[in-house]
């Protein structure tokens, strides 16, 4: 019983950082309407500057991670005004030439920034220095909580539920869904379509920066594929969740690393990723809008 | 108030307006007919600064606003209705309406009022996702998100296409209650004897050019009304 | 002077078949595209293909012709899998759900070891000849320039454009996306046969994402609107890791992405753009 | 050029026991695959630099003949299969290419070695692990065979610290570890520590948090961890912060001072196996290796770096035994020949068939200060 809450512990930790990255990803799928696979870039360079903040700058922890999810949002911004604002002549109109072109700029993008990153870290996998963190082991009971499986989840909490509210009832995410629909139908009410873009973008390169750090700090990896591992999990999460639905991201990424931890404890490690996957597709068949299930409107 | 003049317009080779002046003052609603493919459309696109003109002026209050983007020209005072009306579906009727704020125009929660007093409906479906609605409602919401910026000016593209003539009355009682209240409309319709019933002054549009213009009773029984949708 | 030739083919016989190899890709992918989907599924139908091809190499004595004839085959039956589970969804979700499927192709073939291989593939000592190559090839893309002419290319070009539009000339656009999968599931098994020929090897990285990605890029790259198209981009993307090794060897693959970016951003419709052909011809 | 062979002339007038046939003076090219990018580029930069130092002693030292150099040519592999074929196939076109050395990854070895063998070009593998890559007289192998270090260092494990009970990780996708898993396990049961269970992880893992409580959940006495290095780092972390404090074995993976930069302290006490490492190595050829590595590189050499520097020397001591300008053939064949190398950093290495043996293996650990020691239970 110890064994299995402190493995559904791991696996929330684990699937919190799934979600947050699905959460950035998700933003930008649903905003832009683009497969972004430069995605997971922004997750290693978050990482990689927030490292090199400690150890170069000296910086404390919280403001390199800062610097970090700064980072993270600078590349969005960077990758989305140079590789996707050209496309956008295209205009609505022409959505599939739109999202191919992008996707394509999007992998342009991903080796760049990957090989880059890989110039910046020597090829070498590293980590924030020890004790440049916070890491204490809590002890709740039975059960073991280091002090970054807490920040995972917390941040997981504070982003999921941040970004679910300003999605739902303030008037920028109002105005963010309204671009994801249509940008003409958006600056009819005065919205200018780039300005919420371009915030869009950094916020999504933000907060997937966010998970490239914290995933970055748990496992003890900080190399140019940091960010792949995540990204394909997070894909899994956003199409399980809906890829609009911030609350659904999360609570699936919650799920797919608690599926995770179990399917390797329980049934077969080997399998694990298959298990994941089919999730996804069965979701994708039966439910392709997602856990809750969104409204149902097809672009013009 | 805004006053258009040479505007000359293309789709690559095809020249689609061809160097008109249109001239719609202060209180005034003005109609610009004519039947499909006239161009009447690409005039408005590119009033909105949605399709940008090759030549001509378009000045609003003086100021010209030719060269801007569509979220510009709205924050100037010109608010347009599109053909097709163009609601922002996944949002909710309220939310629809109120990202006008991003048009920084006057008392939000003044025009909120003002908007439910004039389409009492709307108020009963705040709530309702504005893709879910009926054509007529996602007109009226069309109108008051226009309604939403405190227009100077407002421009209306064919408001009466395909809706029910019931829905197509309630809509042109709304214009015209705007019209009374002092409200700039430039209104663009291929249905001339309903515009024709509430403009001061009438447009006629055929082939890119204008071909008449007059006040609406001199237009009603004119030839040119005829040969302009005929011909 | 014919040192020197023996030598260039030597050096870059191997870039010339690897080209004509993800020639076959990059066509699976086009296939479905042209009608309208945005697929990444080429790369299980080449896994499929490769996989079958590999044991049938390793394990019969079967004639090549028939081998690749099973690869192709193979290819067709998992695209029509694919066609009965997805076919149903929209675009965005179909583009998501080929995805999915070409992680869970990987797990699947890591795991059943007994057909695959599992993590250590398959080594298979016969080589490809070039000649194989090219006259496969030079099959495909005539079988493509037949389906442009006929009636199915014209039908596929209208689904594309706008499927309900299609759908009122009487078209029926789920009919031609169905044959657009068919023929991309052919060229997609066929394709991962010679790719493990050429190779000498399949493993679970043979067919991955990275597959799926660059035959896109290729494409895109070389024009989605003309059945040349991805046999060029193919071509280009092949060669240019090579191009640019021997230009900027330290920062090649960052010089890779910068030229994919740029050509996408200037020529957003590929190299080879049937459009832009046809207006210079106008104005000649 | 002609300067050098009047030279080797006078040489040879002025009577000096110069072998009556040598080594043309001369530049002998080597063809080398790098893994400088992609996923295996931390290790693939060692390997490069191993070679490049080789070269460069090699040449500069008359090893060979007078006058005899040997000119690396690098192509990068990245990694990926149809990368390296292409980059090998422009490396042995150059017919002046008179070796190659290729392969971090069993499998790409494995697509390579046909080639090497249709074309008749020696090659010398300097990373890949699989048994039967070796084949005579063309494909050769510098790197050992998993297996018999992790067998030593069981062994003495199990007489040391007498455990009764052990749990492994395992890389359940990498055939190399699972062999040094079956190796080290079949050791351990014969001494009589029995197996709680195996945790296996895969090669892309990166978060091993479940599978450090899963492997605490056993109480075993003993932990060893047999992964590439990322996991075995990330591993060794993860127990020790979820508070074991128990005894835990690894591989050579985690001898790169990368490692304990990474992962720090936790690291210390963990003991592994290696023929060789920059802090333990002490033969005078090993000091030499480090001392000229440190100061080109300033940084000093890991295992890898070792592996891409034997690979080297390997190919020079071939050359130096063969007389004129020697064919491809000719060179295989007298590579074909050597049964130990003579200028080697672990203190001794047979070659048997084309494939390195060990003769010596260090058993050694990182002290909590960053420095690596023999292990002391």
């Known amino acids: ?300 | 108030m805004l006053s258009i003049s040479q505007l000359k317009a293309s789709y690559g080779a095809i020249t689609a307006v061809r160097g008109i002046d249109i001239e719609v003052p202060r209180g005034t609603l003005v109609a610009l007919l004519g039947a499909n493919g006239a161009g009447k459309s690409t005039t408005l696109r590119a009033v909105a600064g949605i399709h940008r003109p090759i030549t001509g002026s378009i000045r609003l209050d003086g100021a010209e606003i030719s060269r801007l983007k569509l979220h510009q020209v709205v924050r100037r005072g010109l608010a347009f209705v599109p053909e097709g009306r163009m609601v922002v579906a996944p949002l909710s009727v309220e939310e629809n309406l109120t990202l006008s704020s991003y048009a920084g125009r006057g008392d939000q929660a003044a025009l909120l009022a003002r908007v439910y007093a004039l389409f009492p409906r709307l108020a009963e479906r705040r709530k309702q996702t504005a893709g879910l609605m009926s054509g007529g409602e996602q007109q009226m919401l069309a109108i008051g998100r226009a309604l939403m910026t405190a227009p100077a000016m407002l421009v209306l593209d064919e408001p009466s296409m395909g809706l029910a003539p019931a829905i197509v009355d309630v809509v042109f009682d709304a214009i015209a209650a705007l019209h009374r209240q002092g409200q700039s409309i430039l209104l663009v319709e291929q249905n001339a004897a309903i515009a024709l019933g509430v403009c001061d002054f009438a447009y006629v549009m055929k082939r890119g050019e204008i071909v008449a213009s007059g006040k609406p009773e001199t237009l009603r029984d004119s030839a040119e009304i005829a040969e302009a949708y005929l011909g | 002077m014919s040192d020197l030739l023996e030598d260039l083919w030597a050096a870059y016989a191997s870039t010339l078949g690897f080209a004509m190899v993800n020639a076959f890709f990059a066509l699976a992918t086009y296939a479905t595209l042209s009608a309208g989907i945005l697929s990444f599924a080429a790369v299980t139908y080449g896994a499929a293909g490769g996989f079958l091809g590999a044991q049938l190499l390793l394990n019969t004595t079967l004639p090549l012709p028939l081998i690749f004839l099973a690869s192709a085959l193979a290819g067709l039956v998992m695209a029509m899998i694919v066609a009965a589970l997805f076919l149903r969804l929209e675009s965005h979700w179909m583009a998501l759900s080929s995805l999915a499927l070409v992680l869970i192709t990987r797990v699947v073939v890591l795991n059943t070891p007994g057909l695959t291989g599992g993590v250590n593939g398959l080594s298979l000592p016969a080589p490809l000849s070039m000649i194989w190559l090219v006259a496969l090839l030079a099959l495909a893309v005539f079988g493509f320039w037949l389906l442009d002419r006929s009636w199915y290319g014209i039908a596929a070009k209208s689904v594309r454009e706008d499927p309900s539009v299609a759908a009122c000339l009487g078209i029926d656009p789920r009919r031609i996306q169905l044959i657009a999968m068919a023929v991309s599931g052919l060229a997609g098994g066929l394709g991962g046969v010679l790719m493990a020929m050429m190779l000498q090897f399949v493993s679970p990285d043979t067919f991955f994402i990275h597959v799926a990605f660059t035959m896109i890029a290729g494409v895109v790259l070389g024009g989605s609107h003309h059945w040349f198209g991805p046999v060029l981009g193919a071509a280009v993307f092949t060669a240019l890791p090579t191009v640019m090794q021997a230009v900027v060897p330290d920062l090649q693959d960052i010089a890779n992405g910068a030229a994919l970016l740029l050509i996408m951003i200037f020529l957003p419709r590929g190299l080879l753009d049937p459009r832009a052909i046809r207006l210079r011809r106008a104005a000649k | 050029m002609t300067f050098r062979s009047t030279l080797a002339a006078l040489a040879l007038a002025a009577g000096f026991a110069a072998p009556a046939l040598a080594l043309d003076a001369g530049t002998y090219k080597v063809g080398f695959v790098t893994d400088n990018t992609g996923p295996l580029a931390f290790a693939g930069t060692s390997f490069t630099r191993g070679a490049e130092l080789a070269a460069e002693q090699i040449s500069g030292g008359g090893y060979m003949a007078v006058g005899a150099k040997i000119e690396l040519v690098q192509k990068e592999g990245a990694g990926d299969a149809a990368r390296s074929i292409q980059s090998y196939n422009q490396l042995i076109a150059d017919r002046n290419v008179i070796a190659t050395a290729c392969c971090i990854l069993s499998p790409i070895a494995g697509a390579i070695k046909p080639i090497a063998l249709n074309n008749k070009v020696p090659l010398v593998i300097y990373g890949a692990t699989a048994p039967g890559l070796p084949s005579l007289p063309f494909v050769y192998s510098v790197t050992g065979l998993p297996g018999p270090a992790e067998v030593a260092m069981s062994k003495h494990i199990a007489e040391v610290a007498k455990p009764k009970t052990v749990a492994y990780f395992v890389l359940s996708d990498n055939e190399a570890f699972q062999g040094r898993f079956k190796a080290s396990q079949a050791a351990m049961e014969a001494a009589g520590a029995k197996t709680l269970g195996v945790v296996s992880v895969l090669s892309a893992d990166t978060d091993f948090t479940a599978a450090a409580t899963q492997a605490i959940a056993l109480k075993p006495d003993l932990m060893m961890v047999y992964t590439t290095q990322s996991p075995a780092a990330g591993i060794i972390a993860a127990v020790r912060a979820r508070g074991w404090a128990g005894l835990m074995s690894a591989n050579d993976a985690i001898s790169p001072l990368a490692v304990f930069k990474k992962i720090g302290p936790p690291l210390a006490g963990v003991p592994f196996p290696v023929n060789f490492s920059a802090d333990a190595s002490e033969t005078p050829k090993a000091k030499g290796f480090i001392e000229a590595y440190t100061a080109k590189f300033g940084a000093a050499p890991d295992l890898y770096s070792a592996q891409g520097y034997t690979a080297i020397w390997l190919i020079a001591q071939g050359l130096k035994s063969l007389p004129g300008k020697p064919s491809r053939e000719a060179l295989a064949t007298a590579l074909n020949k050597i049964t130990e190398l003579e200028h080697d950093v672990y203190g001794g290495l047979p070659m048997t068939n084309g494939q390195a043996g060990t003769r010596y293996t260090l058993f050694l650990n990182w002290t909590p200060d960053g420095k690596i020691a023999a292990w002391k239970p």
Request: charged share 5%.
């Open chain 1, 1 to 300: 019983m110890d064994l299995f809450l402190a493995q559904l512990l791991n696996g929330c930790a684990l699937g919190a950082l799934y979600g947050l990255f699905g959460i950035g990803f998700g933003l930008v799928f649903a905003t832009m309407g683009i497969l972004n696979a430069a995605q997971g870039a922004y997750a290693s360079w978050a990482a990689i500057i927030a490292m090199y903040a400690i150890e170069l700058a000296g910086l404390p922890f919280p403001l390199a991670a800062l610097a970090g999810i700064a980072a993270g949002g600078a590349v969005a911004v960077l990758v989305d005004q140079l590789g996707f604002e050209p496309l956008r002549r295209f205009g609505p109109g022409n959505h599939q030439a739109a999202m191919l072109g992008a996707l394509i700029t999007s992998i342009a993008f991903w080796i760049m920034l990957d090989s880059a990153a890989g110039l910046m870290t020597g090829q070498q996998s590293l980590a924030f220095p020890p004790g440049s963190y916070p890491a204490t082991v809590f002890q709740i009971g039975p059960l073991l909580l280091p002090a970054m499986q807490a920040v995972s989840l917390l941040a997981l909490a504070v982003v999921g539920g941040g970004m679910h509210w300003l999605n739902t009832r303030t008037r920028f995410g109002a105005a963010m869904r309204a671009v994801g629909w249509d940008p003409v139908a958006a600056a009819l009410g005065g919205v200018n379509s780039r300005v919420i873009v371009v915030a869009t973008a950094g916020l999504a390169g933000g907060i997937s920066g966010l998970a490239g750090i914290l995933a970055g700090i748990s496992t003890a990896n900080i190399s140019a594929g940091l960010g792949q591992g995540l990204m394909l999990k997070g894909f899994a999460a956003v199409v399980v969740g809906g890829y609009d639905d911030i609350r659904g991201t999360a609570i699936a990424g919650l799920l797919l690393g608690v599926l995770e931890v179990f399917c390797a404890q329980y049934l077969s490690s080997s399998w694990r990723d298959a298990f994941a996957y089919a999730l996804l597709l069965g979701f994708l068949m039966l439910r392709p809008r997602g856990l809750f299930g969104g409204g149902g409107f097809t672009r013009a």
